[in-house]
């Protein structure tokens, strides 16, 4: 029996050395914002309908209409680096510089939390594009809601900061959301610098404020 146990423990040894044991995560790294929140991502609404105007499609009455918009809309849905939440007052369509800007964010914010040795998490979409219909529902319902929002041209989208989707619940370590919106923002200021996107924190909504640029 001895001799048994010596051998597996040879053979997990042997494994090891050849890189077929699972690697042990490292120690977490410190998470930390140099910043402000609100000063750097405090892109006005003038920018982001400036950007919406130039890339995006015209703003559509209805969503059947978004089907025929004047561009060719991308359909997102959750992957495996962002969660769509349920849309109550947007439809889950964008151009492909948003499109491909959202997959971006997600696909850094998890290299970040890997090169942090942190537990990995999703990014969580709440609002896509709006429809006309859609921004005057929202209109009714809050009255400094802008009518002319730049999420009915297809190009803007929010991410929440308060909520983020764990990828593996059997993970011990947890991330808390105050830690991961640190993670969240630095992405986005790295996107924002290389002039990818205008971005707005929004306090009262929880969410960053998203429009891809040329």
Request: glycine share 4%; with cysteine.
């Amino acid at each position: 029996m001895g001799k048994l146990v010596k051998c597996i423990c040879f053979l997990c040894v042997l494994l090891t050395a050849f890189g077929s044991c699972k690697e042990k995560r490292g120690e977490l790294k410190p998470i930390r914002y140099i910043g402000s929140y609100n000063r750097d991502f405090n892109d006005l609404n003038d920018k982001h309908l400036e950007a919406a105007k130039q890339i995006g499609i015209k703003p559509v009455s209805s969503r059947e209409e978004a089907e025929r918009a004047t561009r060719k809309m991308k359909e997102i849905g959750t992957n495996d680096y962002y969660e769509v939440e349920k849309l109550t007052h947007s439809i889950p369509f964008l151009v492909p510089e948003a499109e491909q800007l959202l997959e971006d964010i997600g696909r850094n914010f998890q290299d970040s939390l890997y090169n942090l040795n942190a537990s990995l998490y999703k990014i969580k979409v709440t609002s896509v594009t709006r429809t006309v219909e859609d921004v005057s529902k929202l209109r009714k319902r809050n009255i400094n809601s802008s009518a002319n929002s730049a999420h009915q041209y297809g190009t803007t989208f929010d991410v929440s900061w308060v909520r983020y989707t764990k990828i593996d619940e059997k993970d011990p370590l947890d991330i808390d959301k105050d830690q991961l919106k640190m993670v969240l923002a630095s992405v986005l200021r790295d996107l924002q610098h290389a002039d990818r996107c205008y971005i707005k924190h929004e306090r009262k909504q929880g969410c960053f404020h998203i429009t891809a640029r040329e």
